[in-house]
C-alpha cells in the first residue's frame, strides 16, 4: 500500500473577512498549513483554525509568507538573506506558540505562494528558510517543491524534507510550478487533476505543460481550500486515493 500525506493551506481569513471552508476540509486531509498572519490569518483565525486541526487529529504546520496581506503573498519581494530568516523565526514562533498553549506540537513548515516559488529556485533564500527552521526546532518537517532548491537546502541542514507535488497546478518542464500569471497555471478539470495525482504517486511521473514526461517525487499532496470547488475536490481527490490502495500519513517520524 503506498502512503502520502494531504495537505491544504487553511487559516487564510482575516479580520471581518471569510476565506474557504477549514472546519469540512479538515475532515479529509492529513496536514494542514495554517497562515501566519503576514500574507493572511491574524491572531484569533490562527487560535481557531489551531483548534480546529487539533479536534480533527490533522497534523499542525505553519504557512509563513512575505509581509503583503494585499497581495495575498502572490508578489515577488527583494529581501535579504537575514531578513528572510528573521521572517521566517517570527512566523513560526507564533504559530509554535499556539500550538503550545492549546496542547499540540507543531509538526512542519510550507512557505507561501511567491515565498515558496522564489525559494525553489534562489538557493540563497532556500538556505535561509533552512537554516531558521533548524535553528528554531530541528524535528520540524519542511515542506519544498519536489526537486527544488528549498528541498536540497533543507537536507543539508539535516531536516526531514517532505516533497510537495501540486494536485490542481500545473508544471513545466524544470519541474517549476506554471506561473499564476498564465491562463494554464491551473487545472479546473477534477477528475484530470485526480488522475495526475495517482499517476504522480504510483508512477512517479506527471506531464509538463509541453507534453513531456516529468520524474516527480511524491511525499505530500497540496490541494488549495480557497477555491470555490476546494471541498468537492478535495471529497473526490480523497475517495479516489482510497480506491487506488493509497493511504494518508499519521504522522512523520523524528529521530
Given at each position: 500500500?503506498?502512503?502520502?500525506?494531504?495537505?491544504c493551506?487553511l487559516?487564510?481569513?482575516?479580520?471581518?473577512?471569510?476565506?474557504?471552508?477549514?472546519?469540512?476540509?479538515?475532515?479529509?486531509i492529513?496536514?494542514?498549513?495554517?497562515?501566519?498572519?503576514?500574507?493572511?490569518?491574524d491572531?484569533?483565525?490562527?487560535f481557531?483554525?489551531v483548534?480546529?486541526?487539533?479536534?480533527f487529529?490533522?497534523?499542525?504546520?505553519?504557512?509563513?509568507?512575505?509581509?503583503?496581506?494585499?497581495?495575498?503573498?502572490?508578489?515577488?519581494?527583494?529581501?535579504?538573506?537575514?531578513?528572510?530568516?528573521?521572517?521566517?523565526?517570527?512566523?513560526?514562533?507564533?504559530?509554535?506558540?499556539?500550538?503550545?498553549?492549546?496542547g499540540?506540537?507543531?509538526?512542519?513548515?510550507?512557505?507561501?505562494?511567491?515565498?515558496?516559488?522564489?525559494?525553489?529556485?534562489?538557493?540563497?533564500?532556500?538556505?535561509?528558510i533552512?537554516a531558521?527552521?533548524?535553528?528554531?526546532?530541528?524535528?520540524?518537517?519542511?515542506?519544498?517543491?519536489?526537486?527544488?532548491?528549498?528541498v536540497?537546502?533543507g537536507?543539508?541542514?539535516?531536516?526531514?524534507v517532505a516533497?510537495?507535488?501540486?494536485?490542481?497546478?500545473?508544471y513545466q518542464?524544470?519541474?517549476?510550478?506554471?506561473?499564476?500569471?498564465?491562463?494554464?497555471?491551473l487545472?479546473?478539470?477534477t477528475?484530470?487533476?485526480v488522475?495526475?495525482?495517482?499517476?504522480?504517486i504510483?508512477?512517479?511521473?506527471?506531464?509538463?505543460?509541453?507534453?513531456?514526461?516529468?520524474?516527480?517525487?511524491?511525499?505530500?499532496?497540496c490541494?488549495?481550500?480557497?477555491?470555490p470547488?476546494?471541498?468537492?475536490f478535495?471529497?473526490?481527490?480523497?475517495?479516489a486515493?482510497?480506491?487506488?490502495?493509497?493511504?494518508?500519513?499519521?504522522?512523520?517520524?523524528?529521530?
Open positions: 500500500m503506498d502512503i502520502v500525506d494531504l495537505n493551506d487559516g487564510e481569513s482575516y479580520g471581518a473577512f471569510t476565506i474557504g471552508n477549514d472546519q469540512e476540509i479538515l475532515k479529509y492529513s496536514s494542514a498549513n495554517i497562515a501566519c498572519g503576514y500574507h493572511a490569518g491572531h484569533n483565525v490562527m481557531e483554525t483548534q480546529l486541526a487539533k479536534r487529529g490533522v497534523n499542525i504546520g505553519a504557512h509563513p509568507g512575505l509581509p503583503d496581506i494585499a497581495g495575498f503573498g502572490r508578489r515577488e519581494m527583494k529581501l535579504s538573506s537575514r531578513e528572510i530568516y528573521n521572517l521566517i523565526i517570527y512566523q513560526i514562533g507564533s504559530l509554535a506558540a499556539v500550538c503550545k498553549v492549546n499540540i506540537t507543531l509538526s512542519h513548515v510550507k512557505p507561501h505562494g511567491a515565498l515558496y516559488n522564489m525559494a525553489a529556485k534562489n538557493r540563497e533564500m532556500a538556505k535561509a533552512a531558521a527552521m533548524a535553528d528554531f526546532d530541528p524535528r520540524l518537517v519542511l515542506f519544498g517543491l519536489a526537486g527544488s532548491e528549498l536540497k537546502a537536507e543539508a541542514k539535516g531536516l526531514i516533497q510537495e507535488v501540486f494536485a490542481d497546478r500545473t518542464a524544470d519541474a517549476t510550478l506554471t506561473s499564476r500569471m498564465n491562463e494554464n497555471a487545472i479546473h478539470d477528475q484530470v487533476a488522475n495526475r495525482v495517482i499517476r504522480m504510483k508512477e512517479g511521473r506527471v506531464a509538463t505543460v509541453d507534453g513531456a514526461d516529468l520524474v516527480i517525487k511524491a511525499d505530500t499532496i490541494v488549495h481550500g480557497d477555491g470547488k476546494a471541498l468537492e478535495v471529497t473526490e481527490l480523497k475517495q486515493l482510497i480506491a487506488a490502495d493509497i493511504s494518508l500519513r499519521k504522522s512523520w517520524s523524528k529521530s
